[in-house]
Each structure stands twice: as structure tokens, then as C-alpha cells.
């Protein structure tokens, strides 16, 4: 909170060494909006779909509570796209070519460089939760099951430190986020749906989706929607809306 200018982007932010989850301590707070959680290292950090985010003193750890008054709810899933371009932004401003696997995987290099985590709550409020892969990994790191190999920005050859990292990334979050939320939450006004297109490594290809339910969907990625679905077109040749629940892995 002492960091941030009374008339910045940001309500508050806080450092602090450890803590079990910076989603889970936003989520359950009743924080201003805009206010800005970071951790050196986390000791249950969350991942999607109920796994665990490995969190080693090493990685940035940072978690954002946002309170979008004016934005319709069904807009709401597009601040977890934002939160990936931004992060495309800092990567890039590394050095690091990057782009995204929908909904919100940082690829570097092939490898996954950074998650997303992002909780909207029943009121409205939305915590959007991003690790971020800095320091080296250990060689012998796995991937989760079916997914990624991970990597960072030191593997791909950036040398930022975490408070460099931590500032680029907020600056970037809160110009695309102001934008977005001075237009409504509209992905095309604010020119998201547009960024976030040429940053997708999906379009085009041809991906395995597990819909909720456990069901399969074979096809070939095809557009983001103005309402942040995928669209694929199945191998029946029909159109599927593809929610951020959902995961797409590229077909092998
Ligand atoms: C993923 O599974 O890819 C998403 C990982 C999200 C991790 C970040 S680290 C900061 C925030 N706090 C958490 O507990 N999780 C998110």
C-alpha cells in the first residue's frame, strides 16, 4: 500500500515474502478494486483445475482483485485474456518472443512460462492470479500431466529481476485493463480481441478439447469470439463455442 500514487492505477499494493495462495488471500478480502498482491514464494499456490502451481522462492507470484462496476458479468472472462497479454507484452519487452495457448498458457520457447489463474466471485469481483517462471529451472522439472514442458524467461535467455518484472507487468495490466473497462468490458472497442488474435498460437490449429462432462472435441481452431469463446470447427463440421473452462490441447 505504501508503494502505490494516490492517484495511480493501483488502490494498494503489498509485498510480502510468503503466503499460502495470493488468490486465495485477495479472494477472501474485501480489498479495494484494484488492489495488488505479491509473493516471493507461495506455499500452496493454485493452478487451474484444482492442481497445485509449484511456487520456489525464484518466480514472481502476483495476484490482482479487480471490482469492474459497469461491466456486464458475461464480460468478465476476458480480464484472464488481458492478464496473458500483458504478460505477451513484458516478454517481448525482455527480449523473449512469446504468444499465447488459449485460453491464457505463456508460451516461450515452446515451454510454458507463466499461468493464470483467474476466480470471479459471486459479487461481481474478479482475482486475477498470474505466475510467471523467472529464475532457471531445475533440469529435471515435469511437466503436469498432458501439458507443457515449463520453462522461464532466464531459460530463454532474459535476464530481468523479479521488481522489474512485477512493475512492467503492472503497468502493462492496468493500460489494458482501464481500456477495456472504459469501454464496457467490449473486447473489440477496447482492441483485446484484436491484440489477443495475433498473439494466439491456437488459430489455426488443428486441437484436442476436453468440454466439461468429460466429453472430446476433435477439430480445428478457428476464432475468438467478441464474448472470449474459442470457436472450433469439429471434424462433423460443426462450430462448437469453446468456453476458458475448457482445455484445448494442440492435437498430437
Ligand atoms: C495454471 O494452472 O496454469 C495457473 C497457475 C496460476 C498461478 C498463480 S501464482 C499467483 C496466483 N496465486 C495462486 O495461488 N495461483 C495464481
Known amino acids: 500500500s505504501r508503494l502505490v500514487a494516490p492517484n495511480g492505477p493501483y488502490a494498494a499494493l503489498d509485498v510480502v515474502a510468503s503466503t499460502p495462495s495470493t488468490n486465495a488471500d485477495l479472494a477472501s478480502s474485501s480489498a479495494a478494486d484494484r488492489t495488488v498482491l505479491i509473493a516471493l514464494e507461495q506455499t500452496a499456490g493454485q493452478g487451474r483445475r484444482g492442481r497445485s502451481w509449484s511456487s520456489p522462492e525464484g518466480g514472481l507470484y502476483l495476484s490482482v482483485l479487480f471490482r469492474p462496476a459497469g461491466v456486464p458479468a458475461a464480460r468478465l472472462p476476458w480480464l484472464n485474456l488481458i492478464a496473458g497479454l500483458a504478460l505477451v507484452r513484458v516478454a517481448q519487452s525482455a527480449g523473449v518472443e512469446a504468444s499465447l495457448k488459449w485460453p491464457n498458457d505463456l508460451l516461450l520457447g515452446g515451454g510454458k512460462g507463466a499461468g493464470i489463474l483467474s476466480e470471479i466471485t459471486a459479487d461481481g469481483s474478479v482475482v486475477v492470479g498470474i505466475g510467471l517462471n523467472v529464475a532457471k529451472l531445475p533440469a529435471d522439472v ?5 501439458g507443457l514442458a515449463p520453462t522461464s524467461l532466464e531459460d530463454q535467455g532474459a535476464d ?8 512492467r507487468l503492472l503497468v502493462e495490466l492496468a493500460g489494458l485493463e482501464g481500456v477495456w473497462r472504459k469501454n464496457g468490458g467490449d473486447a473489440e472497442e477496447s482492441g483485446v480481441l484484436e491484440e489477443y488474435v495475433e498473439h494466439s498460437s491456437t488459430i489455426g490449429q488443428r486441437v ?10 476433435l477439430g480445428v481452431a478457428q476464432r475468438i469470439e467478441p464474448d ?6 469439429g471434424d462433423d463440421g460443426q462450430d462448437h463455442g469453446v ?4 482445455v484445448v490441447h494442440l492435437r498430437p
Open 243 to 246: 468456453s476458458a473452462g475448457d
Open 160 to 167: 530481468l529481476d523479479r521488481g522489474e518484472l512485477a512493475f
Open 142 to 146: 515435469q511437466p503436469a500431466p498432458g
Open 228 to 233: 472470449g469463446t474459442l470457436t472450433v470447427r
Open 208 to 217: 484436442r478439447v476436453e468440454l466439461a462432462g468429460g466429453l472430446e472435441l
